[in-house]
């Protein structure tokens, strides 16, 4: 949504509730796709021999990297749950019925950087994915 759905229709003049439908449509999307990538990422550790100790996480680089993507999993979630069930459903409400009110517009703002914020740890979770698999 961040590269291409909100860029988009910056100008559309039902925008507010564009974003509201469709926010709410693939925050569910979004929750799935966040279990399947708990799933399998669980399967690939078991399936590459990981021991689930402290000292396994500490001792090697890729348990090193592994926990760290573990980390970043646990962030990407919070944040997305905050965002996609407090913060943005809050920021569309304040923005239909308030738009130039300035706790809309703090709101707003927090939602935007929230959203960024979690598509620049699903970036960095990629990048820890890559390094698991091809190497440091």
Do not use: C
């Amino acid at each position: 949504m961040i590269l291409a759905f909100i860029p988009g229709i910056k100008n559309h003049p039902d925008k507010i509730n564009i974003i509201g439908k469709v926010s709410l449509k693939y925050s569910k999307v979004g929750m799935v796709v966040l279990a399947l990538l708990l799933i399998t990422g669980i399967y690939q550790l078991e399936y590459r021999g990981i021991q689930w100790t402290v000292d396994y996480f500490t001792s090697s680089s890729f348990g090193r990297i592994a926990g760290l993507k573990i980390l970043v999993f646990i962030l990407i979630t919070f944040v997305s749950l905050i965002h996609d069930h407090y913060i943005g459903n809050r920021a569309i409400e304040a923005w239909k019925s308030q738009p130039e009110h300035p706790e809309t517009l703090k709101i707003r703002k927090l939602s935007r950087h929230m959203g960024r914020f979690g598509f620049l740890l699903a970036l960095l979770a990629a990048y820890l994915g890559v390094l698991l698999v091809r190497g440091w």
